[in-house]
């Protein structure tokens, strides 16, 4: 089976939280090998999207992710079962329907999440907690302010405001990035709303929640990643691992 080149990404979070980059090619097709460990199911849905490059997005990710759980579970990539749980994020199979409670004495509750713009993909993934991850390609045309009230707390749009132009758009996109990423780890996803978060201004690499921080969210931390060039990305984790998990091997 051809495997899929994946860059490891650097970070200043726990070291049992590992990131990868996946480079989509867009010049194959679905009917290529490397999509081979994908379920009947996954290649369905690959086919649904109406564009050739967002279906090479889905299936090299998730391609990609089969590689990289079954390097980590010792099984072969066609062979890992996965599943939604009850908010629609992926999991594995055994982990569906499994309440927080029995998540957490799981002996090996690995936990993923994956992100996809452009040409890039991001697959984050932990032993020990959940984590979320997110990359945007940056937009020069779009149109930041129409999405203000979706996307910022009303402190951060009055910052926004006063910075410059030049910085604005890429202000936006690492509010934009760090948001969801924070949001996918809760498990609750972004329905509650990016703008109920503040995280600007930025300061260095590591996330400051500001103002009041919601419930779901204070047992998270993240970190702005080092993305390629016209890129934003961002990884999130829980900041208090699972309870009894013991130190397992590093994901490779």
């Not at 290649?43 to 391609?63: K, M, S």
Request: hydrophobic share 45%; proline share 6%; aromatic share 6%.
């Amino acid at each position: 089976m051809q495997r899929f080149s994946l860059v490891p990404v650097s970070h200043d979070g726990p070291s049992d939280v590992q990131v990868w980059r996946v480079d989509i090619a867009f010049d194959t097709t679905l009917e290529s090998p490397a999509f081979s460990a994908l379920a009947s199911d996954e290649h369905a849905r690959a086919r649904v999207f109406r564009r050739p490059e967002d279906a090479l997005r889905f299936a090299t990710v998730r391609a990609a992710l089969r590689q990289l759980l079954a390097d980590a579970l010792g099984i072969e990539p066609k062979a890992v079962q996965l599943a939604s749980d009850a908010m629609g994020r992926p999991c594995l199979a055994a982990m569906a329907g499994m309440p927080d409670c029995a998540r957490e004495l799981e002996p090996n509750p690995l936990d993923f999440n994956v992100s996809h713009s452009g040409a890039r993909g991001l697959i984050a993934l932990s032993r020990r907690r959940r984590v979320g991850v997110d990359i945007e390609r940056y937009d020069a045309q779009l149109d930041w302010r129409a999405l203000t009230s979706m996307t910022l707390s009303e402190s951060e749009a009055v910052w926004l405001e006063q910075r410059d132009a030049g910085e604005c758009l890429y202000c936006f996109y690492d509010a934009w990035v760090a948001k969801e990423a924070l949001l996918k780890t809760t498990g609750v996803g972004v329905v509650r709303g990016l703008q109920r978060l503040t995280v600007l201004p930025r300061e260095g690499s590591r996330v400051t929640l500001r103002a009041e921080v919601p419930d779901e969210a204070r047992n998270l931390s993240a970190s702005w990643l080092a993305a390629p060039v016209g890129y934003a990305a961002c990884v999130a984790w829980e900041t208090s691992p699972v309870p009894h998990a013991p130190e397992r091997r590093a994901l490779s």
